[in-house]
């Protein structure tokens, strides 16, 4: 396959990029490298099927691709809320403006469009576990909203052009995922709790540590999304990993692997932070045979050196 994958420098865009390149596919990665960083893709750059484009997807001008495409997959978004919160409208056009960009380029190609969505379309889940049928609970004015509603018309866009124009698409909903590439600044809590550990500084958990969260590996992620790309199942699909933490339980859990002496610091709960999150995953058991395989503590081990790694290159 051809495949074009916007978001593509990005923490999981590069990780999908290596595993299509390995199987055999063709890469052109697009990126405007706002969050995403072509450090991630470097040890592409001599690679016969790879190619790379800078290129703003959200910015109204035609996308530089050329020659047949097979697949088209929108991993093109600010993703963590640091990046976000700062760049709010960014975040909304891409959303809108740039995954129609890419539906019209897919169905200009009869190509296939995978459409990378987030378990932020649940907001603060009234139900629990989360499963696709769950229709979520999000404040549409409120600070995270412009990632959560960028997602959530994201979905709504993929599924019109399925519905109208015949556009032959997937949706996964990633549920919280980590490993190497991810920013030592990302603002999300596993790397959040890694960096202060490695620095020996307190862990900042937010609110009194017993919201939950759900972590999968980047590896597990991203079978899980060619296991849907590669499938007839049209989403959307949780890809995740069901096992539920506490951000206590992870911290301590940090602690333990970094052998940090810090201790952890408690600060108020930011506004609409949602207080659990597990992925109901039997759709993707059932219909793509996927379950995730690393556990957490196996995949913080296969992380932590990555994060000190790059800490000590800035020293």
Not at 123 to 139: A, C, F, I, K, R
Not at 169 to 177: E, G, H, L, M, Q
Not at 260 to 282: A, C, M, N, T, V
Not at 308 to 315: E, F, P, S, V
Request: glycine share 10%; charged share 20%; hydrophobic share 40%.
């Amino acid at each position: 396959m051809r495949v074009v994958v916007a978001g593509g420098a990005g923490f999981l865009g590069s990780h999908l990029t290596d595993t299509l390149l390995a199987r055999g596919d063709e890469v052109v990665c697009i990126d405007n490298c706002v969050t995403g960083s072509t450090d991630n893709v470097a040890h592409l750059v001599d690679h016969s099927g790879f190619a790379f484009i800078e290129h703003d997807i959200a910015g109204g001008t035609p996308l530089p691709v050329t020659g047949p495409i097979d697949a088209v997959m929108n991993l093109a978004s600010p993703a963590s809320p640091k990046d976000y919160l700062a760049l709010p409208l960014e975040t909304l056009a891409v959303g809108s403006v740039g995954t129609r960009a890419l539906l019209e380029l897919a169905m200009a190609s009869d190509a296939r469009f995978f459409m990378a969505s987030t378990s932020e379309v649940y907001g603060d889940p009234l139900v629990h576990p989360q499963d696709e049928t769950y229709w979520g609970h999000v404040n549409p004015i409120g600070e995270r909203s412009v990632y959560d509603e960028a997602k959530r018309f994201s979905e709504a866009l993929t599924a019109a052009y399925r519905r109208t124009k015949g556009v032959d698409t997937r949706i996964v909903r990633i549920f919280n995922t980590y490993g190497p590439r991810m920013q030592v600044d990302d603002g999300r809590v596993v790397s959040n709790f890694i960096v202060q550990g490695l620095r020996g500084e307190p862990l900042t958990i937010y609110g009194d540590g017993t919201q939950t969260r759900s972590f999968c590996y980047v590896t597990d992620e991203i079978q899980g999304f060619l296991a849907l790309l590669d499938s007839d199942e049209p989403g959307p699909v949780n890809i995740g990993n069901p096992v539920e933490f506490t951000m206590l339980q992870l911290a301590e859990l940090v602690i333990e692997l970094t052998g940090s002496d810090g201790g952890i610091e408690f600060r108020p709960l930011p506004s609409d932070d949602p207080r659990q999150r597990r992925p109901d995953i039997s759709v993707a058991e059932a219909r793509l045979g996927w379950a995730p395989t690393v556990g957490l503590r196996d995949g913080l081990e296969l992380t932590i050196p990555y994060f000190a790694g790059r800490l000590a290159a800035t020293r």
